[in-house]
């Protein structure tokens, strides 16, 4: 017999003993002992039954110990509870409980007990009276950790307050008040929780509060329940603070906390039918860093009730949305699955058409649209990795017996984890029995757009597809058709089977064939057959079978197949391969059910990043138990070069470990990496290398031993680099002792190192030794306004990352250095003529109407201005380049020259020799400023005008150009002389006795002042007259203005400038002064522009040519000829100078002319030498012609006073000291 029927199904026996005593008044059990055989039951206590009248009016009972092992419980658990709560009680272990209880006929009911569980202490006090029942229940500690499972909190502290009343059986009244003074749920512990709920004739009221600092929010909730659900309910939460990462509620990076206020009113809920709001206001989703913020400021959810059920409207700052339906997620994946089983018509084994669970029901409905503004919400707050170019939009019905629906959407492009996909947009569509989806779509496949479109029509069982697809180069084009349907195999398994029809698709101009095939899939087998792709003598073709057993496989055989287009269609980009790969590749399964695929490949002519690798070897296999794919590769370049690669590369890792053993190894692969720090990489390398790590996080380890040539874009210069070892470390690549050669045979040494965070933020910083290395040589660009070649010895020192470029090169430059700074760049700068002449009109002592040359037809020397450096135009915009930032520092020498272009059409420049120590920063975003004095050694100014009038004036030795910033405010300190070597003085009208007299006249160009508005002047020299001579020039040209007139006639025409025509007129003996000064005219022109070519043609900058023609007082027939020359030989020391010619002069004592001086410096700064000479002299008032030569050393020494002078030597022996 069993007293308690629910431990039949304890099935173990037990002994029961007691002491009892009867009489009127009372019934007494004392020391009840229930003992289980087997120890999975144990009790202990008695019993004390009052009795009036022969009734029990009063039961007391005292447990002292009730104990059922966990053996006892899970059957009766497993019979009466459900999960999880059965699965709970499983774990709970031994249950022990003592107390007491009080149980009169009338009156207040009393029970104490505690319970002790193998998961803690649960404390229990009630009363009840009636229909009315109180209750204390409380714990200090409950620990779940063993019930991870169950997704349960690991610990709970807790006490309750209940109150019940029960009168009213249908809609009984209640409270609670619960307060949770500890709760560990995924390893936080949250502390003060409370919860006060109140439920009184049907009306539910609760209040909760939590203060936690990562956890701190207030709800309110008041609601209407009939018969267990809600009739209405109105919800107010204010989340203070929620910090989900310290909470440990995900593992989403960037959401350290959340504050909003939500508001949800339901006044009515009637089956489907709902009516209410909800509004979600100032929610703020904080993260790290400003960036991470995310602020919704509008969420307005509106329901109401409709035709077809209940009519939900969603306006939110990201979107729009509205559903018309039944508010059912069930019945909406029923209806789906009723759709797609009478698209595929579903069968039995007896291939009768299965029912759906739908049939003879209202066919629910739903009709919906939604718009899709911005992602900021799925970006910044769900992790979602979506972006789109412009608004998604969707809308359609749905029926569920599938009589008719459509669902159509599309956006101008979207990219969801690195697949972008732009003009996208789908069209799903049904009516009857006939279903058709159009899918469109353009993506990016290699460099080319492609645009697929895929339809799906699905009849009568059968789904028949079609994939188009074009890219917009017409390169990649083609179609794929199938067709799907389910059938019944033999012994009854259902198959669902594609047959691939016949079709040809195009790849790269070239026309492939696609043969028909099937692939076939059932329970735990895939059949794949006559499937071939094929072109001339290329394939590949697919067949087997894949099942559980080992000895099936599927084939893929490949045959000239090129590795660089299939690489191309999963776009993987840090890398490119090309070669035709020929070889199989199977897949199976192995003993434990892991997939497996084994596949050899021969590449000939393999490339790696378009750098010839060699014949590949390829052996691969990949495991689905770990997920990996080990490589092993073996390229060999005709007996030149052998590259091996063995390792890994981890799919669910998503890392990689490879070993790379390079022997002459080519190193074209790197333009890839590093095109934009080093241009045109060219050598090999030999060593060891490891390629390592998580895909986003590649390191390296070994080291290389490399010999290569690269151009450094920072400065133009080309290098052959060799001699060399790097070390690789992580996030390292060393460089060690590499020895530089430039195109010249300059040598350099390069130390330093390329930092790198795992391929990504890539630094470098270089140093290089250089001797007689080339250190700089770019031409004029857009980014830099000068071009510049530099020699010399000195340092360099390279830094920078992508997008910057720092180069500090401090060197002494050599012979062959040369700066050029054009000036004229009309896209850039303003006008940039040095001189610019203006029409002057200036009254002569005396006009007549024959005159030769009118001073109003003369273009004069009135305005000089200069623009020899740049005036940015406002409106100008740079490009947006890498940033360039240069720093020299010179120790400017004689064998350097510094070029200035004013006029690169006309051949208007200056060129100059000197010395001193300059200081040069340039940003090709910003400035470029220079420091330092340059002193002038030697120079020369070309000058065209007009390009009719070209002279070479000569900068004198000495002159000085200062910069404290900006080049054009530098200031100026410098005199060039041009030399006219024959001249008449008569034009000056001096008097009959220098009539039959030429002499030499140097025209001086005095500049001073700022580089940007130089003070200009001119200036006459005659160094073969007498001073009294030059006493009488000076005072017939006495002002500036006369002084501008005089040289601008001797650059023009080759005389002076004639003031009285009245006493030159006996002189010229009838001849029109005109005539006479046009002949001189073209007599200079030609000497310039024959001076010209000849300079053009030599092209040497030791020697230099020119010619001079000049016509007498009488025209041609008394013209002068000269040739001139002058040139530097061993190493700039020895100085020659030669004026030869033919003139034709009564007065002279022979009508040849050898002027020559030779100068050899015996100190390089020149304060020694020897000079030996021979010049003609004409002597006027004798009216004779003369040469004199010369032979001797010639001293200089530069001082302020005597003391200096005597003083230099041993101030520079202190200073070498």
């Given at each position: 017999m069993c007293f308690l029927p629910q431990l039949q199904y304890v099935g173990a026996s037990f002994e029961l003993s007691t002491d009892f005593n009867i009489t009127p008044q009372s019934i007494s059990l004392s020391a009840i002992d229930i003992y289980g055989c087997d120890g999975c039951l144990e009790l202990k206590g008695k019993v004390l039954m009052k009795r009036r009248d022969g009734k029990i009016v009063h039961t007391d009972i005292h447990a002292e110990k009730v104990k059922m092992a966990s053996e006892a419980v899970r059957p009766i658990a497993g019979k009466y509870l459900k999960n999880p709560v059965q699965n709970v009680i499983n774990y709970l272990g031994d249950i022990t409980l003592a107390g007491t209880c009080s149980l009169p006929s009338q009156g207040n009911k009393q029970i104490q007990a505690e319970i002790m569980t193998g998961v803690g202490e649960v404390n229990i006090s009630a009363q009840w009276q009636g229909q009315t029942c109180t209750a204390q229940i409380s714990s200090p500690l409950l620990d779940f950790t063993s019930l991870s499972k169950e997704k349960l909190p690991q610990s709970i502290g807790f006490k309750a307050d209940v109150y019940a009343d029960f009168t009213d059986k249908k809609q009984p009244d209640a409270s609670l008040d619960l307060c949770i003074e500890h709760l560990a749920y995924r390893g936080y512990a949250y502390k003060d929780i409370t919860v006060d709920a109140d439920l009184a004739q049907a009306n539910l009221a609760l209040v909760s509060q939590c203060t936690d600092p990562n956890l701190n929010l207030s709800v309110r909730l008041k609601g209407v329940i009939d018969e267990k659900q809600f009739k209405s309910l109105a919800l107010q939460a204010d989340i203070r603070n929620i910090a989900p990462s310290k909470l440990n509620m995900f593992s989403r990076q960037g959401m350290e906390n959340i504050s909003a206020k939500v508001s949800l009113e339901l006044p009515q809920i009637i089956g489907t039918r709902w009516s209410g709001t909800l509004d979600v206001t100032d929610f703020v989703k904080r993260g790290k860093s400003f960036e991470d913020t995310y602020k919704l400021d509008r969420f307005h959810l509106a329901l109401a009730p409709s035709f077809r059920g209940t009519s939900l409207v969603l306006d939110c700052d990201f979107?729009?949305?509205?559903?018309?339906?039944?508010?059912?997620?069930?019945?909406?994946?029923?209806?789906?699955?009723?759709?797609?089983?009478?698209?595929?018509?579903?069968?039995?084994?007896?291939?009768?058409?299965?029912?759906?669970?739908?049939?003879?029901?209202?066919?629910?409905?739903?009709?919906?649209?939604?718009?899709?503004?911005?992602?900021?919400?799925?970006?910044?707050?769900?992790?979602?990795p979506l972006a789109i170019d412009g608004p998604v939009n969707i809308e359609g019905n749905l029926r569920a017996d599938g009589q008719r629906f459509s669902i159509i959407g599309g956006t101008a492009g979207f990219d969801f984890k690195n697949l972008a996909?732009?003009?996208f947009s789908f069209y799903l569509s049904g009516e009857n029995d006939e279903f058709s989806c159009l899918t469109q779509g353009t993506k990016k496949i290699g460099k080319n757009d492609t645009r697929f479109a895929l339809?799906?029509?699905?009849?009568?069982?059968?789904?028949?597809?079609?994939?188009?697809?074009?890219?917009?180069?017409?390169?990649?084009?083609?179609?794929?058709k199938t067709n799907t349907y389910r059938k019944l195999s033999p012994t009854g398994q259902h198959i669902i089977s594609t047959d691939i029809l016949p079709t040809d698709i195009t790849i790269s101009d070239s026309t492939w064939l696609v043969n028909g095939g099937n692939v076939s899939f059932s329970d735990r087998r895939v059949d794949v057959s006559g499937i071939r792709i094929s072109h001339r003598d290329q394939s590949l073709s697919l067949g087997g079978s894949l099942t559980s057993s080992l000895q099936d496989s599927i084939k893929v055989q490949l045959h000239r197949i090129d590795v660089g287009f299939i690489l191309n269609l999963i776009n993987l980009q840090p890398v490119s391969f090309s070669g035709l790969a020929t070889g199989?590749?199977?897949a199976g399964k192995d003993v434990g059910g892991n997939f497996l695929i084994d596949g050899r490949l021969n590449v000939p002519?393999?490339?790696?990043?378009?750098?010839?690798?060699?014949?590949?070897?390829?052996?691969?296999?990949?495991?689905?138990?770990?997920?990996?794919l080990y490589i092993n590769a073996d390229m060999q370049e005709d007996q030149v070069s052998r590259t091996q690669v063995n390792g890994y590369v981890g799919i669910a890792e998503k890392a990689l470990d490879l070993h790379v053993q390079s022997q002459n190894t080519n190193l074209h692969f790197l333009r890839r990496y590093i095109s934009n720090i080093f241009g045109d990489i060219t050598g090999r390398t030999s060593g060891k290398c490891r390629i390592y790590g998580t895909f986003k996080k590649l390191d390296f380890e070994g080291y290389e031993r490399a010999r290569m040539g690269a151009t450094v874009l920072a400065t133009g210069c080309r290098y052959d680099v060799s001699d060399g070892r790097i070390t690789m470390l992580p996030g390292i690549f060393d460089f060690k002792d590499f020895t530089l050669t430039d195109i010249r045979g300059g040598r350099g040494k390069l130390n330093g190192k390329l930092k790198h965070e795992h391929l990504k933020r890539i630094t470098y910083d270089f140093a290089v030794e250089a001797n007689h290395l080339m250190a700089y040589d770019k031409d004029k660009d857009v980014d830099t306004p000068f071009s510049a070649t530099a020699i010399g010895t000195g340092n360099i020192h390279l830094s920078g990352s992508p997008g910057l470029?720092?180069?500090?090169?401090?060197?002494k430059p050599e012979n062959g250095t040369m700066i050029v700074y054009a000036v004229n760049n009309p896209t850039v700068f303003g006008d940039s003529t040095l001189l610019s002449f203006q029409n002057k009109v200036l009254q002569p002592v005396e006009a007549e109407t024959d005159s030769a040359f009118s001073i109003s037809d003369v273009t004069g020397i009135v305005e000089q201005t200069i623009a020899t450096l740049p005036q940015p135009v406002e409106d100008e915009q740079l490009p947006n380049t890498t940033d360039i930032h240069l720093n020299f520092l010179i120790d400017m020498q004689p064998e350097a020259a510094l070029k200035i272009i004013m006029d690169e059409k006309r051949g208007d420049y200056l060129i100059l020799h000197g010395s001193g120590p300059l200081r040069a920063t340039f940003h090709n975003k910003g400035l470029f400023q220079l420091f330092g004095t340059y002193t002038v050694d030697r120079g020369s100014y070309k000058m065209a005008i007009q390009d009719l009038i070209r002279k070479d004036f000569q900068f004198q030795r000495g002159g000085t150009l200062t910069f404290s910033g900006l080049p054009f405010e530098g200031d100026l300190d410098m005199q060039a002389v041009y030399t006219v070597p024959s001249v008449s003085l008569s034009d000056l009208g001096l008097g009959s006795g220098f009539s039959d007299n030429s002499v030499r006249a140097d025209c001086i160009l005095k500049l001073s002042g700022k580089a940007l508005a130089p003070q200009i002047s001119f200036d006459l020299n005659l160094p073969n007259v007498s001073d009294d001579v030059k006493q009488m020039v000076r005072r017939l040209i006495s002002s500036e203005e006369d002084m501008n007139m005089q040289i601008l006639y001797l650059l023009g025409i080759g005389r002076f400038y004639t003031y009285n025509f009245a006493s030159s007129q006996a002189a010229i003996d009838g001849q029109s002064q005109s005539s006479v000064a046009m002949k001189s005219f073209l007599s200079n022109t030609l000497s310039g522009q024959l001076n010209n070519i000849i300079s053009n043609a030599v092209g040497s900058s030791k020697w230099s040519f020119g010619t001079n023609l000049s016509t007498g007082q009488i025209g041609w027939s008394d013209m002068e000829v000269a040739g001139i020359l002058s040139g530097r030989l061993l190493n700039n020391r020895l100085l020659i100078n030669g004026n030869f010619g033919y003139r034709d002069r009564a007065a002279s004592t022979t009508n040849f002319v050898g002027d020559f001086d030779i100068n050899y410096l015996l100190t390089p700064d020149g304060s020694v030498n020897l000079k030996a000479y021979s010049e003609t002299n004409d002597r006027y008032f004798s009216k004779s012609s003369m040469t004199t030569q010369g032979i001797g050393i010639q001293l200089k020494r530069d001082f302020t006073n005597f003391r200096d002078l005597f003083t230099i030597k041993k101030k520079k022996r202190r200073q070498n000291k």
């Amino acid at each position: 017999m069993c007293f308690l029927p629910q431990l039949q199904y304890v099935g173990a026996s037990f002994e029961l003993s007691t002491d009892f005593n009867i009489t009127p008044q009372s019934i007494s059990l004392s020391a009840i002992d229930i003992y289980g055989c087997d120890g999975c039951l144990e009790l202990k206590g008695k019993v004390l039954m009052k009795r009036r009248d022969g009734k029990i009016v009063h039961t007391d009972i005292h447990a002292e110990k009730v104990k059922m092992a966990s053996e006892a419980v899970r059957p009766i658990a497993g019979k009466y509870l459900k999960n999880p709560v059965q699965n709970v009680i499983n774990y709970l272990g031994d249950i022990t409980l003592a107390g007491t209880c009080s149980l009169p006929s009338q009156g207040n009911k009393q029970i104490q007990a505690e319970i002790m569980t193998g998961v803690g202490e649960v404390n229990i006090s009630a009363q009840w009276q009636g229909q009315t029942c109180t209750a204390q229940i409380s714990s200090p500690l409950l620990d779940f950790t063993s019930l991870s499972k169950e997704k349960l909190p690991q610990s709970i502290g807790f006490k309750a307050d209940v109150y019940a009343d029960f009168t009213d059986k249908k809609q009984p009244d209640a409270s609670l008040d619960l307060c949770i003074e500890h709760l560990a749920y995924r390893g936080y512990a949250y502390k003060d929780i409370t919860v006060d709920a109140d439920l009184a004739q049907a009306n539910l009221a609760l209040v909760s509060q939590c203060t936690d600092p990562n956890l701190n929010l207030s709800v309110r909730l008041k609601g209407v329940i009939d018969e267990k659900q809600f009739k209405s309910l109105a919800l107010q939460a204010d989340i203070r603070n929620i910090a989900p990462s310290k909470l440990n509620m995900f593992s989403r990076q960037g959401m350290e906390n959340i504050s909003a206020k939500v508001s949800l009113e339901l006044p009515q809920i009637i089956g489907t039918r709902w009516s209410g709001t909800l509004d979600v206001t100032d929610f703020v989703k904080r993260g790290k860093s400003f960036e991470d913020t995310y602020k919704l400021d509008r969420f307005h959810l509106a329901l109401a009730p409709s035709f077809r059920g209940t009519s939900l409207v969603l306006d939110c700052d990201f979107g729009h949305a509205e559903v018309d339906g039944v508010l059912s997620v069930s019945s909406l994946m029923e209806s789906v699955q009723h759709i797609l089983g009478k698209a595929f018509q579903k069968t039995n084994s007896d291939n009768r058409p299965i029912i759906s669970k739908m049939s003879g029901r209202d066919w629910p409905e739903w009709q919906f649209s939604a718009t899709l503004f911005k992602t900021d919400f799925f970006n910044k707050v769900l992790n979602l990795p979506l972006a789109i170019d412009g608004p998604v939009n969707i809308e359609g019905n749905l029926r569920a017996d599938g009589q008719r629906f459509s669902i159509i959407g599309g956006t101008a492009g979207f990219d969801f984890k690195n697949l972008a996909v732009k003009d996208f947009s789908f069209y799903l569509s049904g009516e009857n029995d006939e279903f058709s989806c159009l899918t469109q779509g353009t993506k990016k496949i290699g460099k080319n757009d492609t645009r697929f479109a895929l339809t799906n029509k699905a009849y009568n069982g059968t789904m028949a597809s079609q994939l188009t697809w074009s890219d917009n180069a017409q390169k990649f084009f083609g179609q794929i058709k199938t067709n799907t349907y389910r059938k019944l195999s033999p012994t009854g398994q259902h198959i669902i089977s594609t047959d691939i029809l016949p079709t040809d698709i195009t790849i790269s101009d070239s026309t492939w064939l696609v043969n028909g095939g099937n692939v076939s899939f059932s329970d735990r087998r895939v059949d794949v057959s006559g499937i071939r792709i094929s072109h001339r003598d290329q394939s590949l073709s697919l067949g087997g079978s894949l099942t559980s057993s080992l000895q099936d496989s599927i084939k893929v055989q490949l045959h000239r197949i090129d590795v660089g287009f299939i690489l191309n269609l999963i776009n993987l980009q840090p890398v490119s391969f090309s070669g035709l790969a020929t070889g199989s590749i199977y897949a199976g399964k192995d003993v434990g059910g892991n997939f497996l695929i084994d596949g050899r490949l021969n590449v000939p002519d393999f490339h790696f990043n378009e750098g010839k690798m060699g014949d590949a070897a390829v052996n691969l296999k990949f495991n689905t138990g770990n997920k990996r794919l080990y490589i092993n590769a073996d390229m060999q370049e005709d007996q030149v070069s052998r590259t091996q690669v063995n390792g890994y590369v981890g799919i669910a890792e998503k890392a990689l470990d490879l070993h790379v053993q390079s022997q002459n190894t080519n190193l074209h692969f790197l333009r890839r990496y590093i095109s934009n720090i080093f241009g045109d990489i060219t050598g090999r390398t030999s060593g060891k290398c490891r390629i390592y790590g998580t895909f986003k996080k590649l390191d390296f380890e070994g080291y290389e031993r490399a010999r290569m040539g690269a151009t450094v874009l920072a400065t133009g210069c080309r290098y052959d680099v060799s001699d060399g070892r790097i070390t690789m470390l992580p996030g390292i690549f060393d460089f060690k002792d590499f020895t530089l050669t430039d195109i010249r045979g300059g040598r350099g040494k390069l130390n330093g190192k390329l930092k790198h965070e795992h391929l990504k933020r890539i630094t470098y910083d270089f140093a290089v030794e250089a001797n007689h290395l080339m250190a700089y040589d770019k031409d004029k660009d857009v980014d830099t306004p000068f071009s510049a070649t530099a020699i010399g010895t000195g340092n360099i020192h390279l830094s920078g990352s992508p997008g910057l470029i720092n180069a500090d090169i401090s060197l002494k430059p050599e012979n062959g250095t040369m700066i050029v700074y054009a000036v004229n760049n009309p896209t850039v700068f303003g006008d940039s003529t040095l001189l610019s002449f203006q029409n002057k009109v200036l009254q002569p002592v005396e006009a007549e109407t024959d005159s030769a040359f009118s001073i109003s037809d003369v273009t004069g020397i009135v305005e000089q201005t200069i623009a020899t450096l740049p005036q940015p135009v406002e409106d100008e915009q740079l490009p947006n380049t890498t940033d360039i930032h240069l720093n020299f520092l010179i120790d400017m020498q004689p064998e350097a020259a510094l070029k200035i272009i004013m006029d690169e059409k006309r051949g208007d420049y200056l060129i100059l020799h000197g010395s001193g120590p300059l200081r040069a920063t340039f940003h090709n975003k910003g400035l470029f400023q220079l420091f330092g004095t340059y002193t002038v050694d030697r120079g020369s100014y070309k000058m065209a005008i007009q390009d009719l009038i070209r002279k070479d004036f000569q900068f004198q030795r000495g002159g000085t150009l200062t910069f404290s910033g900006l080049p054009f405010e530098g200031d100026l300190d410098m005199q060039a002389v041009y030399t006219v070597p024959s001249v008449s003085l008569s034009d000056l009208g001096l008097g009959s006795g220098f009539s039959d007299n030429s002499v030499r006249a140097d025209c001086i160009l005095k500049l001073s002042g700022k580089a940007l508005a130089p003070q200009i002047s001119f200036d006459l020299n005659l160094p073969n007259v007498s001073d009294d001579v030059k006493q009488m020039v000076r005072r017939l040209i006495s002002s500036e203005e006369d002084m501008n007139m005089q040289i601008l006639y001797l650059l023009g025409i080759g005389r002076f400038y004639t003031y009285n025509f009245a006493s030159s007129q006996a002189a010229i003996d009838g001849q029109s002064q005109s005539s006479v000064a046009m002949k001189s005219f073209l007599s200079n022109t030609l000497s310039g522009q024959l001076n010209n070519i000849i300079s053009n043609a030599v092209g040497s900058s030791k020697w230099s040519f020119g010619t001079n023609l000049s016509t007498g007082q009488i025209g041609w027939s008394d013209m002068e000829v000269a040739g001139i020359l002058s040139g530097r030989l061993l190493n700039n020391r020895l100085l020659i100078n030669g004026n030869f010619g033919y003139r034709d002069r009564a007065a002279s004592t022979t009508n040849f002319v050898g002027d020559f001086d030779i100068n050899y410096l015996l100190t390089p700064d020149g304060s020694v030498n020897l000079k030996a000479y021979s010049e003609t002299n004409d002597r006027y008032f004798s009216k004779s012609s003369m040469t004199t030569q010369g032979i001797g050393i010639q001293l200089k020494r530069d001082f302020t006073n005597f003391r200096d002078l005597f003083t230099i030597k041993k101030k520079k022996r202190r200073q070498n000291k």
